[in-house]
């Protein structure tokens, strides 16, 4: 006569349980941390730095039509 008795399937094992409760913190742990990104950025895209950046912009005159040039002529290297 076999006997009925058979091994405890997988996922009643610890390994098993112990691997999905790593998975499960690993993926809180993810979310939260896109969450908190997210935030941060919503944080900062709705502060006012669009208008300081125009009011710097609208102070300074430049005399070559608006574009920065670096005033490399004007440095002698000597050799």
Not at 3 to 24: C, D, G, K, N, R
Not at 43 to 63: F, M
Request: glycine content about 6%.
């Amino acid at each position: 006569a076999l006997s009925a008795q058979t091994e405890a399937p997988f996922y009643e094992e610890w390994w098993f349980l112990l691997v999905m409760a790593l998975s499960s913190l690993i993926l809180i742990l993810l979310v939260v941390f896109a969450l908190v990104l997210h935030g941060q950025s919503k944080k900062y895209k709705n502060c006012s730095t669009g208008k300081t950046i125009s009011n710097v912009d609208e102070s300074v005159t430049l005399d070559n039509g608006g574009f920065t040039a670096l005033e490399l002529n004007s440095r002698h290297l000597n050799i």
